[in-house]
Nanobody, 130 residues
């Protein structure tokens, strides 16, 4: 069974940090563009940061640039998102996704509508209080 499991969310105050993890089961990330997306209450899902598993090229949306760092651990087939300087507007359910051969930029900008809502699973909730 092919699955992605996001974890690591929690509640922090403004300025705090969290580290999200995305583990793949049933397949490996080789050849995939993989990335983080989020959906705030009442808003559409949006890309946050994406990475090419094979060569490590990254893409950050404006909301993530300078505060978040995306990385992978190839041995563990896992992706991470280190989130620093968190703001209340970062509050959302965070999801991870993977699409073969998509560039990080394409994944972040177009990936949120590639899969149907049922594909995204439960995600992990990040709550930032002021």
């Amino acid at each position: 069974d092919v699955q992605l499991q996001a974890s690591g969310g929690g509640s922090v105050q403004t300025g705090g940090s969290l580290r999200l993890s995305c583990a793949a089961s049933g397949f490996t990330f080789d050849g995939y563009g993989i990335g983080w997306f989020r959906q705030a209450p009442g808003k559409d899902r949006e890309g946050v940061s994406c990475i090419s598993f094979d060569d490590g090229n990254t893409y950050y949306t404006d909301s993530a640039e300078g505060r978040f760092t995306i990385s992978v651990d190839k041995a563990k087939n896992t992706m991470f998102l280190q989130m620093n300087s968190l703001k209340p507007e970062d509050t959302a359910v965070y999801y991870c996704a993977a699409i073969t051969f998509w560039s990080p930029e394409r994944l972040c900008l177009q990936g949120s509508t590639y899969y149907p809502p049922s594909h995204w699973g439960r995600g992990t909730l990040v709550t930032v209080s002021s």
